[in-house]
């Protein structure tokens, strides 16, 4: 059964601290995407690659966020410095590129941020 | 751009009774649509789709959903609610060619009473 793994489940870090989230996708899958979820805010999106490539990410604070795909079988988000508004959950989902194709979502990263 | 809302935030049906989450999207053609349901602590898990055909949508655990065009609605129905489906439920549109990146709506939060 495939499945999308995101590495920590949780994380609890100072503010002012580098964080790194990892994200494994669905083996064939050539899509993947970050989000944020938060009460406030809700589902939001933070970044999208095709093929490995950055094709949107203006949903992520440039200051602080960086996404990368070193390999097809590795997304990472990067929040240097972190700050206490950083704190969410953040999801990554993978898929196929086409319009009707479902995302898969991992269980995500609940971050914590003191 | 496409948009879509979710009118409530919150619904509570008592088990065994039926269920209609709303689901209304802004676009200027027929989108593709998508219910996704997230469980605590848990992942988004698509439940059923809808690109083209028939509008009424069959889909896992015993959802069903029709696209209305006139009302520019997709409502997620189910006839008999059990107390393992409380649960976010989410909608989410996406736009026909272009980058494809769907929008998702704040969510619908279910609560089922015994």
């Known amino acids: 059964d495939a499945r999308v793994t995101q590495t920590p489940r949780h994380k609890v870090t100072e503010m002012g601290q580098e964080v790194t989230m990892r994200c494994q996708p669905i083996l064939g899958h050539n899509t993947v995407f970050w989000y944020r979820q938060t009460m406030m805010q809700g589902l939001e999106l933070l970044a999208y690659f095709r093929n490995r490539a950055p094709l949107d990410d203006s949903g992520m604070p440039k200051d602080r966020f960086s996404a990368e795909m070193p390999d097809a079988t590795l997304a990472t988000l990067k929040i240097q410095p972190s700050e206490p508004r950083d704190s969410a959950v953040y999801f990554c989902a993978s898929g196929l590129e086409r319009g009707t194709d479902t995302q898969y979502f991992g269980p995500g990263t609940r971050l914590t941020v003191l | 751009?496409?948009?879509?809302?979710?009118?409530?935030?919150?619904?509570?049906?008592?088990?065994?009774?039926?269920?209609?989450l709303r689901c209304n999207y802004s676009y200027g053609a027929t989108p593709y649509l998508f219910w996704y349901v997230q469980s605590p602590g848990q992942g988004l898990q698509l439940l059923l789709k809808y690109f083209s055909g028939d509008t009424l949508v069959q889909g896992i655990k015993g959802f069903e959903a029709e696209f209305k065009r006139s009302q520019s609605s997709f409502n997620l129905r189910k006839p008999s609610v059990h107390w393992s489906d409380a649960a976010e439920y989410f909608c989410a549109v996406g736009a026909r060619g272009g980058s494809y990146i769907p929008t998702f709506g704040r969510g619908t939060s279910l609560i089922v009473h015994p």
């Open chain 2, 1 to 20: 751009a496409q948009s879509v809302t979710q009118p409530d935030i919150h619904i509570t049906v008592s088990e065994g009774a039926s269920l209609e």
